[in-house]
T-cell receptor
Framework: NAGVTQTPKFQVLKTGQSMTLQCAQDMNHEYMSWYRQDPGMGLRLIHYSVGAGITDQGEVPNGYNVSRSTTEDFPLRLLSAAPSQTSVYFC?????????????FGQGTRLTVV | SQQGEEDPQALSIQEGENATMNCSYKTSINNLQWYRQNSGRGLVHLILIRSNEREKHSGRLRVTLDTSKKSSSLLITASRAADTASYFCAPRSNDYKLSFGAGTTVTVRA
């Protein structure tokens, strides 16, 4: 049982490039979400999904796209990278049947945009 | 969703001492969760307390919840170097979104 797996762990992009951060979970969780964490700050919710085919925006969605074609995968796409998107990105998942469930987090992707 | 606000922002204690941190939130909740983040790692769930519970224990952790004051506290007893981390609370209403504040950074000195 791997839990939540994020790839890559580190990435450097040039301004204007696009890329996809991968997130996969093997716990059959319905709910998945993406956060970004900037120095000295908490995690801010980018996008989330309550099941395959269903996604919605969080607090800071601009510049990011998501899709959820399977229960296991929830990729985050940066359309045109900007230095303001330099951050650490975390993916999380939780069982969706109840709000009384814990979230499981991946180890993060550290992204630098130059 | 709503985010909690942790207090203090930072805490430095000697190994063996207790550490207490607080969380305040604004609207009614279904439950409140505490998470730990070791430097550069993902968050790890510590404990969940439901709105109808007042206190919960897990090993050296003790969490209290006062819904009338919209606040919670996390107590770590007999702290160890491995407890050095940031701690976040996440008050959860009737949706799946979890929001996090800036956290409390705890440093345990040897």
């Amino acid at each position: 049982n791997a839990g939540v797996t994020q790839t890559p762990k580190f990435q450097v992009l040039k301004t204007g490039q696009s890329m996809t951060l991968q997130c996969a979970q093997d716990m059959n969780h319905e709910y998945m979400s993406w956060y970004r964490q900037d120095p000295g700050m908490g995690l801010r919710l980018i996008h989330y999904s309550v099941g395959a085919g269903i996604t919605d925006q969080g607090e800071v969605p601009n510049g990011y796209n998501v899709s959820r074609s399977t229960t296991e995968d929830f990729p985050l796409r940066l359309l045109s990278a900007a230095p303001s998107q330099t951050s650490v990105y975390f993916c999380a998942s939780s069982a969706g049947a109840s709000v009384n469930t814990e979230a499981f987090f991946g180890q993060g992707t550290r992204l630098t945009v130059v | 969703s709503q985010q909690g606000e942790e207090d203090p922002q930072a805490l430095s204690i000697q190994e063996g001492e207790n550490a207490t941190m607080n969380c305040s939130y604004k609207t009614s909740i279904n439950n409140l969760q505490w998470y730990r983040q070791n430097s550069g790692r993902g968050l790890v769930h510590l404990i969940l307390i439901r709105s109808n519970e007042r206190e919960k224990h897990s090993g050296r952790l003790r969490v209290t919840l006062d819904t009338s004051k919209k606040s919670s506290s996390l107590l770590i007893t007999a702290s160890r170097a491995a407890d050095t981390a940031s701690y976040f609370c996440a008050p959860r209403s009737n949706d799946y979104k979890l929001s996090f504040g800036a956290g409390t950074t705890v440093t345990v000195r040897a």
